[in-house]
Structures are given as C-alpha cells and as structure tokens.
C-alpha cells in the first residue's frame, strides 16, 4: 500500500511541472523574444538612408554607446527631469491608492458580510470597460463645460481648465485608473488575516484601533507592498494616461518619452534604450520585492 501512494505521489509531482511546461515556455517566449528585439535596436550600430537604426542580430555586432549616452542623458542631461516627473507622478499616485484603496480593501475584507460579492463587483466593474474607453469618459467630465465644472459652479467656484497639461489631472487619472489594481490583491491579503487573532487582541483589551495598528497592519504589509508593486510597474511605463487627459510636453513622463522616440521620429536605438532603462529600474525594485516576499516566507516558517 505504502508503495502505490509513493508511485501516485511521484506521478503527481511530475503531472502538474509536465501541464505548466507549455505555459511557462509561452510565457518566456513572449517576454524574451520582444526584450531580444528592443536589445537589437538599442544596440545597432547600422543607420538605413532614413536614418533610423537597423536591428542587429547578432549580439557581436552591438554597440553600446547610444544605450550609455540615454543612461547619461537620464541622470544628467534632458531626460532627468522626465524620470523625475515619473517618479513623482507615480508616488503622488500610489499614496491616493493607499488612502483611498485601502479602506476599501479593509472594509470589503473585514465587515462588508452579505454585501462582499456586490462591492467585489462594483471594483471589478472598471475592467469591463477597456482602459481608453474610460479615460475618454474622464475628458467629457473634465472638459470646460462638463459636469465636474457645472458642479463647480453650483458651489460658486470658478471653472477649473483640467485638460491643460496640469500634474494633478494626470495624477488623479493615474490613481483612478491602476486603483482596482491596488485593491484586489490587498483584499485578498486582507482577507487571509485568521479572525482569531483579531477576537484575541481585543479579548486583551485592545481596542479596534490598537488592534488594526498592532495585528491587522503588519499581518496586511506583505499584501500592501504586492499591491503596491502590482500597481507601479504598468503605471510606471503608461503613455496613454498623460496622452489624453494632458498631451502636453509639460507633464510628458518616460512612457511618452519612448512613444514619442519609437513612433515619431527616426531615433527608435533612443526609444528602445530608454525601454531598457525603464526595465531594469523596475527588475530592482522586482528583485527587492521577491528578497522580501523571500524573507517573510522564512519568517513564517
């Protein structure tokens, strides 16, 4: 008997890596195969008659000064200010996901009862929705005579011009666009916390303050920094956000910035450096993530 469960066993741990091998090759396939491309671009060393790069294939043919002078020009040159735009832009707008996300995960997780599937709907809804879609909904609300300035006005408060290459616009349409993307993985996190402890806490005579801030909230951090990871790395590289409720030069951030080398011009090797860049800043903070996830992983064990 002990024999058939270790043969069942064996075939168990070889069936599921046997079912995730063509995913997981499909996977690497779609991310190495386009990261291979933009590498061969960055680093061409050959110019056609319009005098944009010809990929380079064959890595003993790259070059690799125009991928140091983008580096060079992002630290000290014209595109400093960009990724300093982006960097801010982005924490403005994970700080409002915070604030505003987080009761909302909390509140789903730990009291909504009956009403959880209903709420889990209302924050799902957005993505029903394609992206552009709603943004363009944002333009119609935002516009001079939308509903947000007549509002405005009932209050006898003078018409805001939104759509005129202003930060806080970008920045609200960046948190309100990622926000479901916060929510749902802090829910889950949120949702794991055993009762217990909760009912513990409070049988010591703590109250529903001291417990969140004592038990609830580090119990949460894992859940909160995935959150906030899944939520800064497409935010950090969006384009289109910027594009339609701003499209001005003034609040460009990299993702513009590499749109406007790949698509508009002949300096596609600049825009596929600035590509490169932009991943290995966001692998660090993807490494830092996984020595945390790492860390924590050992100290619940």
Not at 218 to 236: D, E, F, R, Y
Request: hydrophobic share 50%.
């Amino acid at each position: 008997m002990g024999e058939q469960e270790d043969r069942h066993d064996r075939a168990t741990r070889r069936l599921w890596p046997a079912l995730a091998l063509p995913g997981t090759f499909w996977l690497i396939a779609l991310f190495l195969v386009p990261i291979y491309a933009v590498m061969a671009v960055a680093f061409s060393a050959s110019i056609n008659i319009f005098g944009e790069p010809v990929p380079a294939w064959n890595p003993l043919d790259w070059r690799y000064a125009t991928f140091f002078d983008v580096v060079q020009a992002s630290v000290t040159g014209p595109y400093q200010e960009v990724w300093i735009r982006t960097g801010v832009y982005c924490v403005v707008a994970l700080v409002i996901c915070v604030v505003v996300g987080f009761p909302v995960a909390y509140y789903t997780a730990r009291l909504a009862g009956k009403r959880r599937g209903l709420i889990l709907a209302l924050i799902l809804a957005p993505w029903w929705i394609n992206y552009i879609t709603r943004m363009l909904a944002w333009i119609n609300l935002l516009q001079d005579d939308g509903y947000v300035n007549k509002t405005l006005g009932i209050f006898g408060i003078a018409p805001v011009d939104w759509l005129s290459g202003n930060s806080y616009t970008v920045v609200l349409a960046l948190a309100y666009g990622y926000l479901p993307f916060f929510i749902i993985p802090l829910f889950a996190s949120l949702d794991r916390i055993d009762q217990r402890l909760l009912e513990a806490s409070r049988d010591l005579g703590s109250g529903s303050v001291r417990t969140f801030l004592r038990v609830t909230l580090p119990l949460s951090k894992m859940g909160l920094i995935t959150a906030l990871v899944i939520t800064a790395l497409p935010m950090a590289g969006d384009y289109y956000t910027n594009t339609l409720v701003s499209g001005s030069p003034k609040t460009n951030m990299i993702g513009n910035q590499i749109e406007l080398f790949l698509l508009q011009g002949p300096l596609k090797h600049y825009g596929a450096s600035l590509v490169l860049l932009l991943s290995l800043v966001l692998m660090f903070f993807m490494a830092y993530y996984l020595i945390l996830t790492q860390r924590a992983g050992r100290d619940a064990q």
